[in-house]
Each structure stands twice: as C-alpha cells, then as structure tokens.
C-alpha cells in the first residue's frame, strides 16, 4: 500500500524501553503533637478546620496559613489570652509547640509537612499511644502508610510525659519517661529505614546535663542511634500568638534540612546555615563545651558575630564511621529508597540475562546522575561507586528460590568537619628586605 503522506519529515515516536529510576523525596517531615479545637474555633474558616477525628490522622500541610486555619492556631490564641484558670492556660499551652514547630520548619525553607494530632492535651500520652495503630493510622503507626515521610519529630514529646497541671508553676518533665518514648521513635524510624528522627533534649539543661542526657539514650554503637540526630539548645522565637516562648528546635532545623536539600542535595551536611525566625539561644555555648557535645553526637546551635544563630554540626549519634554523618546516612537511604521504588516493575519479569542487564544499567545510569551531582566520591564513575547484577551472585539456587540480587556498594562523600590550616613564619630568607 502507497504512503499516503506527502513528501516531507516525519517523526515516529518509540518507547525505548529504558527503566528510570526517580529519586524520592528527603524533605518531608512528620510533626507529631498535641491540638486541639478551642471554643473560638471560627468554622467558615478557608480552609475549614479538621475534626477531632481528622487530627488524630495523618494531614498533609502545605503551608503555614493552611496549617494555622486547620489546626485553629487563633482560636487556641485567643482562648489562651482569655483563660484565667491554671488548668486551662497549661492545656492550651501544650498545644503550641507543634504549632512552633510547623511554622519554624516553613520559615527556614520547608514545604510540605504531615501532623498527627494528640488531641487531649490534658492527659499525658504513654509510648503505647505514641505508637499508635496501624489499621485506625493514629500515631507513629499511621505513619507507615506515609511512604513520603523522611524525617520525624515530636515537639510535644516533653509535655506528654506527664498531665497538665492545676498548679501555676508547669511541672519539670520526666526524663526516664521521655526517654522511653524517644525510644518508640526511634524504633519507628529504624525499622521504616528511610527516615531519621529528630530528638529534642528536655528543656532547661545546662550543657553538662545535656551531655549526660545523651549517655541514656540507645548506645551510639547500635542501628537506632545512626537514625537519631539531637540538636541542643532550645530557640526563644517571637511566638505564633505574638508571645515570646521557649521552644524545641526540632522544626527550625528540619527547615533547615528541607533548605539543604532544595539549595545543594541531600548529600551536603545540613550546617552552617542560618536558623530563620529564632530570636536568641537558649544556652551560649563555649567551644569547649561544644567539642564535649559533639563527641557525644549531639549537635549544637551557635551563635557567632555577625552571622547570626547558625546550625553548627551534622552528626548522627552514632560513633561507626560508616553512619557518623547525617548526610552519609540521608544520602543511603535516599538512595535504597529510590532504587526499590523505581524497580518494582521487575516483579514476576522472567529472571534471565536481559533482566539483569536493565537493572544493571537503570542503577548505573541513576548512580552517575548522583555523581555528576557531587554526592559520591571519586574522579570516575568506577570510583565513585558499583553495580553487580549477573550471574556471579544470581545463582541457580537464588533464581529457582524466585529472587534477583543486584549489589550496589557506593563512595558518599563526608563533609570536611575540621578544617585545618598550618602556618609557617618564613625568616632570614637570603636576600630577603629588612
């Protein structure tokens, strides 16, 4: 049959039957805290706020506005600076470190965010509901339909230690029942594997005791502890209700992670970047008292002339020099995540040669990208990292049990931590103006 085109050019588009691999997102955080919906809660709001049932849940958040219009922040405002009773003022009260929170994290840089609500701020919450349930997805549990989620943070985690009080005076949080529910966290995040948490210290400490407080936590030789970042001290900000207050710095910093990564990718150590929206430090710290810190994994917030409150360190907590680094251990994750996201199409493929082959070249094409980026180690792609998907490690015995291997080891680059000059005085040089 004649074509029935006139002359010309001609374009026949083609699938070329190449497998990408996307990377996943590293800058969604997940705020667990206490809200509740106050008596002035104004419900022709834009969006309209969440029910108690919704807040319980995992949200995804926008935006700071979004966030304050569906978790009533000037309601819980306005009822604040009305109540008279002790009781009343401390409940309301709890509400507000997740509210801080979120909006540190969009003032440095973040975008997307998920709340999961504790709404009795009343009551203490025992690390058996800290947990949560899978099938209701309340607490961390909800979490693990949230495959978006890379970091997690509980600014309410101080508060839930204990009931709010009828007295004036706040109570001191309990240390030991704080620590319990930091391990829940902890645990959550390192059975998920692609995400980290973000541990605040309890409030008040002096450096010494935040140095002590480190040593409860999970040793710094164990799994948990490469998934665990602490950062210290706490923030004075001017206050969402335009009343200044003390403050976690876990939403600040994790703005400052979100930043990061929009700015140079997950691979640059989150640090010496400016904390936006904080007015001073809790604590200064000397350089001593520093170097003490950092040896103990955690990491400080500095404040240093003319450039302002600054986050000064990206450590883990733990002490292998495999996971030492957030970045390093961001960066892995990122990675794994991406690669078992991406292939999921090679699922029932018959397990042959041309399988393994587009394997090998979906993550040797996805690695160099990384590389070209700067976030692996070498001066060639062979350097930098490898692939390994054929016959030498898929064997007769691993194909008839019905699995395809692909081995992937990678160079990540570390950030230059200490930076050392030596200064030598040149003197008595010949010839050499006096």
Partial sequence: MPNPNPPGVYV???????????????????????????ANDVRDAVPEPFTEAERAVPQKIGSWREFAARYSTAGIAEALADATDPATIHTLQRCLPLAEAVHGFFANGGSTCYVVGFTSPQSAVPPEALKGDADARTGLAGLESVPEVSMVAVPSLWDMTADASAEKEVPAPDHAAGAGRMAEVLKHCTQQRDRLAILDPPPGLTPAQVAAFADTLASPDTDDAAFTALYYPWLTVSGVDTVERTVPPCGHVLGVWARTDAERGVFKAPANQTLRGALKIDTALTDDQHGELNAKGVNCLRAFPDRGLLVWGARTRSTTRDWRYLNV??????????????????????????????????????????WRQGALLGRTPDEAFYVICDNTNNTTGTMDDGKVICDIGVAPVRPAEFVHFTITQIAGQPGQAT
């Fill in 12 to 38: 026949t588009e083609k699938s070329s039957g190449v497998r990408m691999i996307t990377g996943v997102s590293t800058s969604v955080p997940a705020f667990l805290g206490y809200t509740k919906a106050s």
């Fill in 329 to 370: 251990r961001r960066l892995v994750s990122y990675l794994s995540d991406s690669v078992r996201q991406s292939t999921t199409w090679a699922v029932f493929e018959p397990n042959d040669d041309r399988l393994w082959a587009t394997l090998r070249h979906s993550v040797t094409s996805f690695l160099t990208d990384q």
